[in-house]
C-alpha cells in the first residue's frame, strides 16, 4: 500500500502563509493516485479541504478555502503540496494528505485508501 509522509505544519500568525508537503513512498506510481487535503480540529470530525486529479488538470476546494488554499502536485517527485495562504485561526487543524486510485467522490475521506500522518498547524490570532 502506498505510504504518504506530510509534513509543514507549524505556528503562524493570522495572514500568514504555510506550505504543507506530502510525499508518496518510492516503488509506486503516483500518477495513478488522486491527492486530496483533509483537516481535522480537536473534537470534530474530518473535513475535506482540497482535492487534485491524478494529471493534476482539476481541483476541487471547500468553500472555505478556495481562495487561499491552492493543492498542487509534481508526479516525477511523488509529491503533492498544500500553499495556504492569509491563513485564519479557523483553519488551525491537523491536516493529512490521502491519496486513491479510484475514487467517485474526491470530498468523501471514505474513499481514500492511504493517508499521511498528519501535521499540526496553528494559526495564532
Known amino acids: 500500500q502506498l505510504q504518504l509522509v506530510d509534513s509543514g505544519g507549524g505556528l503562524v500568525q493570522a495572514g500568514g502563509s504555510l506550505r504543507l508537503s506530502c510525499v508518496a513512498s518510492?516503488?509506486?506510481?503516483?500518477?495513478?493516485?488522486?491527492v486530496a487535503w483533509f483537516r481535522q480540529v480537536a473534537g470534530k470530525e474530518l473535513g475535506f479541504v482540497t482535492a487534485?486529479?491524478?494529471?493534476?488538470?482539476?481541483?476541487y476546494a471547500s468553500d472555505s478555502v478556495e481562495t487561499r488554499f491552492t493543492i498542487s502536485r509534481d508526479n516525477a517527485k511523488n509529491t503533492a503540496y498544500l500553499q495556504m495562504n492569509r491563513l485564519i485561526p479557523e483553519d488551525t487543524a491537523v491536516y493529512y494528505c490521502?491519496?486513491?486510485?479510484?475514487?467517485?467522490?474526491?470530498?468523501?475521506?471514505?474513499?481514500?485508501?492511504?493517508w499521511g500522518q498528519g501535521t499540526q498547524v496553528t494559526v495564532s490570532s
Open positions: 518510492v516503488g509506486y506510481i503516483f500518477l495513478n493516485y488522486a
Open positions: 487534485i486529479t491524478r494529471k493534476g488538470r482539476t481541483t
Open positions: 490521502a491519496a486513491a486510485t479510484i475514487v467517485d467522490d474526491l470530498t468523501r475521506d471514505d474513499e481514500y485508501e492511504s
